[in-house]
């Protein structure tokens, strides 16, 4: 899987939390739009928690003005924390990635 950080050009937009009647859901999720306008979910974990998924795309974030601002993409796990720390992230969000590629952050 392809790592690197995120320019603006290729990056996601924060599209807002997932919108659920239950709370805990709607901050346990929150939605990217892609280049190509299509939305997609991610899961939000603190920096520590953050799962060692194998096939999952994970995305360093730190929120500014209520917005979060992606600071870093690659592979969950272990990479994924440190990057966080290093880039001073709060959260790290998980796609788990489909069997197609899909968008800019899909491993090459």
């Known amino acids: 899987m392809m790592t690197h950080d995120i320019t603006y050009g290729d990056s996601l937009t924060d599209d807002g939390p997932l919108r659920a009647a239950d709370t805990l859901l709607a901050r346990r999720f929150r939605l990217w ?6 939305r ?8 520590e928690d953050a799962p060692d998924y194998p096939d999952a795309v ?8 209520g917005r979060c601002v992606p600071l870093w993409s690659g592979p969950a796990g272990a990479k994924a924390r440190l990057m966080a720390r290093v880039m001073g992230a709060q959260e790290i969000h998980l796609r788990i ?3 197609t590629e899909s968008g800019s952050l899909a491993p090459s």
């Open 40 to 47: 997609q979910v991610y899961s939000v974990y603190p920096v």
């Open 58 to 65: 994970a995305m360093a974030v730190r929120s500014e003005n």
């Open 33 to 38: 739009r892609g280049p190509d306008g299509r």
């Open 97 to 99: 990635l489909p069997e």
